[in-house]
């Protein structure tokens, strides 16, 4: 699996900022610039996400923990900030996820899951 990674730059490099720059292997680029409006307290028009490629995310890039953490330490070193975080001892310890998909409200979305191959007889 790919590690979660996440590249930011703050403009300027020290308060008060007027841009934000991410890029990141994201699933999600619109709850990315959500995250990094509530951080840094910016617009969504002044923040920039530049999904990249990915491989492996397997549902993982969908959360924001990661991006936070970056936005956080790019703000406390005044610096562009690369974050990589290893995953294999997160993985090696939690329990599998769950092979279902939810709807806004919470629901179980059966409905929509088709098997991706044939049924053996």
Request: proline share 8%.
């Amino acid at each position: 699996m790919e590690v979660l990674n996440c590249t930011v730059r703050m403009t300027p490099a020290t308060a008060p900022y007027t841009a934000c720059e991410i890029w990141a292997p994201t699933q999600w680029p619109a709850g990315v610039q959500t995250t990094a409006s509530t951080v840094t307290g910016l617009a969504k028009s002044a923040i920039t996400v530049y999904p990249m490629f990915m491989g492996g995310g397997l549902g993982r890039k969908f959360g924001q923990d990661y991006i936070a953490q970056a936005i956080t330490t790019a703000m406390a070193v005044g610096r562009p900030v690369k974050l990589n975080r290893d995953e294999g001892p997160r993985l090696r310890l939690s329990p599998a996820r769950s092979a279902h998909a939810d709807d806004a409200i919470g629901k179980v979305c059966r409905d929509d899951l088709r098997p991706s191959r044939p049924r053996s007889r």
